[in-house]
């Protein structure tokens, strides 16, 4: 049997009011659409296709290599799928209908669904049901007597019967791939929208002679997103979730609400996460490390039993091995700091490598950027650059070599040698003395002459 899947986003979202297309908002730093591609990817479907609106170049991109095929006007769900039919021929198998904006939905019960697809030959659609808190504006999904489904009826259409009805469609469905498309094609626009419904193709098949049936899910997975309200909201369920995969992988949070994670977060185990820590995407935390409080990291990659933070910045690129150190008001970007190797405090290492067990002293700063390139700085094994040094790229120091503190090093340093840049030290015996003498006397006369003003 064959797989294809079909996302709905050609709605504009208008109640984000964002310049961005509703379904490229993030969650947990990755797009909603790109949550429900993931979802649908776990099926390994042979075909994935996304309807869009006209002007949405951008969502395009970002579903590639999904193809994409853009809906003109937006006539309905029905109308939409439509849209789609040059791009999804006729399968034996299943096609998959999803929408963009809800991103939740698991591959578990996209699977289940399949599953109930494929069952019977007669049965042309399965929906996925739920049950919200709220029914308010959701297609009710009509029961036969027999359990399966007979109609979904859209609210605005629905009687108060029916309105009493709290099993609701998501707008998930499994379609025969045989019939979808005459199935579609006997939609019409007749009802209080005047829209072509997707959710007619329910009745159409019962009065086929076809079966449709329904599973149901939690109302959790199906949540979708209208405002920038309810992103907020899946963005908590989100990191809810993440946090509790983290732990129960043998990860130590400290607290738990003040740690946000990226969809693809990787912590290994016995790693400690102290309060408000921020992971953008693309980290990998190996077994034992400590992230301490207060540190933001994006795109590192971090070794085993490595320490990091308080305040510390890893921006993508970062690589800290085995046992290294980054400690405070650091920031580290596109730069491996090998087994072993400290940056303790205030420093900024970028485009560079730190050889193993360097150690490099507070206030040092990698000169990376000339305003019109970026240049690497090469620090050897066991080397060790004394505080407030600026290394002015490309540069490199030998294994073993001792920068002084203060030092502006713009050419190489041997292996094992000392650089210092340095203006000498000038001393002059007793003058700090005698100016504290000085002034302290001109201080008792402008005040005496102060109170003889006040006395007038
Ligand atoms: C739809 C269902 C309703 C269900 C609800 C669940 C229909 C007729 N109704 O209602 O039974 O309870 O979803 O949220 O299907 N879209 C397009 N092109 C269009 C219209 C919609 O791509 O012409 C996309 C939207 O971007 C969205 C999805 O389809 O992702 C659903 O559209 P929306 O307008 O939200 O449908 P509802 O009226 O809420
Ligand atoms: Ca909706």
């Not at 690589?319 to 580290?332: D, M, Q, S, T, W």
């Amino acid at each position: 049997m064959e797989l294809a899947a079909l996302i709905l986003a050609a709605g504009k979202g208008t109640r984000m009011k964002s310049a961005l297309p509703k379904v490229l908002h993030p969650i947990a730093g990755r797009t909603m659409v790109g949550h429900v591609l993931d979802a649908v990817a776990g099926l390994d479907p042979a075909r994935v296709a996304v309807v869009i609106g006209p002007d949405m170049e951008d969502v395009a991109e970002a579903v590639a290599p999904a193809a994409a095929v853009v809906q003109p006007e937006q006539l309905g769900t029905a109308d939409a799928v439509k849209t789609a039919r040059d791009v999804l021929p006729p399968i034996e198998g299943t096609v998959l209908v999803l929408y963009g904006d809800t991103p939740f939905i698991g591959r578990g019960t996209l699977e289940k669904m399949v599953a109930a697809r494929e069952a019977a030959a007669e049965t042309a659609v399965v929906v996925l049901g739920f049950r919200p808190a709220d029914p308010g504006a959701y297609g009710r999904l009509v029961l036969a007597p027999n359990g399966d489904l007979q109609a979904i009826v859209e609210a605005r259409d629905a009687s108060p019967d029916v309105l009493a009805i709290d099993l609701c469609n998501s707008g998930v469905m499994a379609i025969d791939g045989a019939r979808l498309w005459e199935l579609i094609d006997a939609v019409g626009n007749d009802n209080a929208k005047g829209e072509y419904y997707l959710t007619d193709i329910v009745a159409i098949a019962r009065s086929q002679g076809l079966t449709c049936t329904f599973i149901e899910a939690d109302a959790e997975e199906l949540s979708g997103v209208n405002s920038r309200a309810e992103l907020a909201v899946a963005e908590a369920i989100m990191q809810q979730r993440l946090r509790a995969a983290a732990m129960a992988n043998g990860a130590t949070l400290i607290d738990p609400t003040t740690v946000w994670f990226s969809y693809d977060t990787r912590i290994g185990e016995d790693v400690t996460i102290g309060p408000n820590v921020f992971f953008g995407p693309g980290v990998s935390v190996a077994n034992g490390a400590e992230i301490r409080a207060f540190s933001h990291l994006e795109g590192a990659t971090l070794g085993e039993d490595v320490t990091v933070g308080p305040f510390a910045r890893l921006r993508p690129g970062a690589v800290v091995a085995k046992g290294a150190r980054v400690g405070n008001f650091v920031e580290v970007k596109n730069a491996t700091l090998e087994e072993g190797a400290k940056v303790n405090h205030l420093t900024y290492i970028g485009d560079a490598r730190v050889g193993e067990a360097a150690n490099v002293g507070a206030g040092t700063i990698t000169c990376n950027y000339d305003g019109f390139l970026k240049h690497h700085t090469d620090i050897g094994a066991g080397a060790f650059i004394g505080s407030n040094t600026a290394l002015v790229a490309p540069v490199k120091i030998g294994a073993g070599a001792i920068v002084g503190a203060g030092s502006t090093i713009g050419k190489d340093v041997e292996a094992d040698a000392l650089a210092v840049e340095r203006a000498d030290t000038k001393m002059t015996r007793g003058w700090a003395k005698m100016f504290r003498e000085k002034k302290s006397a001109e201080k008792a006369a402008q005040q005496k002459s102060k109170q003889k003003t006040a006395r007038k």
